[in-house]
């Protein structure tokens, strides 16, 4: 009895791979901007100037392929600038409080409220 012989014309593990891989990372972000829009809506607001900073980055080039929702920022050269013109330096001092100020967390809540949906963003691309 012989044997049947199957053979792949132009197999491409790696465009498949890579494929695959774009299209989860398309999720998480999508899951991501979901995210950044429920942490704008909990924002506390003064000036506004620490929800307007509230972003989703793809960190390109990372082995481990992240995706992340920053709040406040760091302008270079900022020191001698203050408050908003030296960006929301100070979202992790909302979000966690200090010695002098209660929490007023944003982040973490709006990660919990979408936390749901996450695995279902990501498998429907």
Not at 53 to 75: E, K
């Amino acid at each position: 009895m012989g044997r049947a012989k199957v053979t792949l014309k132009d197999w491409a593990p790696a465009v498949i791979t890579a494929e695959i891989e774009n299209k989860a990372m398309g999720g998480l972000e999508k899951a991501c901007e979901q995210i950044a829009d429920r942490a704008r809506s909990l924002c506390p607001v003064d000036t506004g100037t620490l929800r307007d900073t509230i972003r989703v980055r793809r960190l390109s080039g990372d082995p481990f392929l992240d995706v992340r929702v920053y709040a406040g920022s760091r302008i270079a050269g900022g020191g001698s600038k203050k408050g908003a013109e030296r960006g929301a330096f100070y979202a992790p001092i909302i979000e966690f409080g200090s010695v002098k100020m209660s929490k007023k967390p944003f982040l973490r809540p709006a990660l919990d409220s979408v936390k749901g949906n996450v695995i279902s963003i990501i498998e429907g691309g």
